[in-house]
């Protein structure tokens, strides 16, 4: 991630950023045609795999020297993507914060109950299967915050940039932090 101009939009980011382009590879990568991880790579190219490895992060290196603001989204099935500007950025922020309190809680949950060694039998089952609960019920969350990763680098690239974006973006991470929170004060660790 680099943010080093606070205050440009995505458009001007993204475009400045292909400006520093030194060929298609990079162009498709800046557009959102391929994957950042270079999970995408087929035949020849995927036999070169270092090189454009190399390509990816000379673009990552020229847009953090240039102060193009851009951050590296996570989307549902770990599909890695730049976002441009500060909204985006914000966005996919607040998300990696409400994925990181999830991570936080859930090995709260582990190391509280899963290797209890005081108490009864029942009370660890009890304890393991919360923690399974948990982890089940924060998968499904992660899920939605990572398609809202990628709803926010879809409407950037787009420039639907809309209140009602904000809105369900920030109800997404709120919605997550509540869980997390819910689950604190309903099972003291």
Known sequence: MCN?????AWKTARAAAL?????????????GHQAL???DLRGMAQKYAAGYARSRRAIQIAMCEAGIPFNVGVG????????????????????????KALDRRQRELYSAWMFITNGTKEEREDGQK?????ARDASAVRGNLARMAEYVQKMARLGRITPSVTRIVDKCVHNALAFVQWDRDNFAV
């Not at 080093?4 to 440009?8: N, Q, R, Y």
């Not at 599909?79 to 914060?97: P, R, S, Y």
Request: glycine residues 10%; charged residues 25%; hydrophobic residues 40%.
């Open 130 to 134: 919360h923690a399974r609960a948990f």
């Open 76 to 99: 549902e099935h770990g599909t890695t993507f730049l976002v441009f500007g500060d909204w985006a950025t914000l966005k996919i922020e607040n998300i990696k914060d409400a994925k």
């Open 19 to 31: 400006k520093l382009c030194k060929g298609s590879y990079q162009h498709d990568l800046i557009m």
């Open 4 to 8: 080093k101009e606070p205050g440009i």
């Open 37 to 39: 991880s270079g999970a």
